[in-house]
């Protein structure tokens, strides 16, 4: 079974950064979209960032301009950079690869959280 995992979670003081860690088998990361969701308590999984290989990453309005995906190609790794943090940004932070044209993903990492004190 293919597993994604997540690294790089911990407590942070708003307005701090965090830098998450997403490693994947190498077939599943150099042809793929790979995103990055995170899970509030009592809320629902929300979209965050997305990259297309050479192509484009997107974001939600609620993290532009404070965090940033990447890709390391030579380690298959991808990256969520997050600076200016807020409290709303606490959550669990899942990776994922693979969407279909129904937009489902098909991989998933197990989750690392995030906590963002005032």
């Given at each position: 079974?293919?597993?994604?995992m ?12 965090l ?14 979209i ?85």
């Amino acid at each position: 079974q293919v597993q994604l995992m997540e690294s790089g979670g911990g407590l942070v003081q708003a307005g701090g950064s965090l830098r998450l860690s997403c490693a994947a088998p190498a077939n599943i990361f150099r042809i793929n979209i790979m995103g990055w969701h995170r899970q509030a308590p009592g809320r629902q999984r929300e979209l965050v960032a997305t990259v297309v290989p050479g192509i484009s990453t997107n974001y939600a309005d609620s993290v532009k301009g404070r965090f940033t995906i990447s890709r390391d190609n030579g380690n298959n790794t991808m990256y969520l950079q997050m600076n200016s943090l807020k409290p709303d940004d606490t959550g669990v932070y899942y990776c994922s690869a693979h969407r279909n044209t129904l937009g489902q993903w098909t991989y998933w990492g197990q989750g690392t959280q995030v906590t963002v004190s005032s």
